[in-house]
């Protein structure tokens, strides 16, 4: 998270990255829901837009 919001990412989007990664409880780590993907550019989060689930 520190590198993410010394790099100029809000910290309500580095926190979100942060939870989303791999844990031992979650290996495949957590969805990201967000109605505004291109805030994640370059985090290395494929978040998904529910406006856009068919």
Do not use: E
């Given at each position: 998270m520190g590198a993410?919001?010394?790099a100029g990412?809000?910290?309500r989007?580095?926190?979100a990255?942060?939870?989303s990664r791999p844990t031992a409880?979650?290996?495949s780590g957590r969805?990201?829901?967000t109605?505004?993907?291109e805030l994640y550019a370059g985090t290395g989060v494929d978040?998904?837009?529910?406006g856009k689930i068919s």
């Open positions: 993410l919001i010394g990412t809000d910290w989007i580095a926190h990255v942060h939870a409880d979650h290996p969805i990201v829901l109605t505004r993907p978040p998904i837009d529910p």
